[in-house]
């Protein structure tokens, strides 16, 4: 006679126990990642629009004025200043241009960021030399 030994079906308590805890550490982790990239969306879109205000305040001037530009405002939450300053020409007789930056700044509820850009503008007017 051959006994029938009968093992009992299912999962034993520890089983059940030690998935639940890889699952809830593999949520954990899962819930981090999306976290993360939702709040890198978020400061990308803001600095995109910093850029865009820089920009368009850079764009906005073709011509600087030989006193320079001294400018600042604020926009939806963007402060942002602009100012020039004289440009060294490599040669003599190249006409004079101004170094103008742009510096926007905002804050992302942590912490402020700003972003600079930078460009050179020539000089309106007649230069300095000729009057």
Request: net charge positive.
């Amino acid at each position: 006679m051959t006994a029938n030994l009968q093992r009992p079906r299912g999962f034993s308590l520890l089983e059940l126990l030690v998935a639940l805890a890889i699952m809830s550490l593999s949520l954990g982790v899962l819930y981090r990642a999306v976290g993360g990239g939702v709040r890198t969306v978020g400061d990308m879109a803001a600095y995109n629009r910093a850029v865009a205000i820089g920009e368009s305040l850079l764009a906005a001037r073709e011509t600087v004025p030989a006193a320079g530009v001294n400018e600042s405002g604020a926009w939806q939450g963007y402060q942002w200043s602009l100012v020039s300053s004289p440009f060294e020409a490599a040669a003599p007789n190249q006409p004079a241009v101004h170094r103008v930056q742009v510096e926007v700044g905002w804050s992302d509820g942590l912490r402020q960021r700003s972003l600079s850009l930078a460009s050179l503008r020539p000089q309106s007017g007649k230069p300095a030399a000729a009057r």
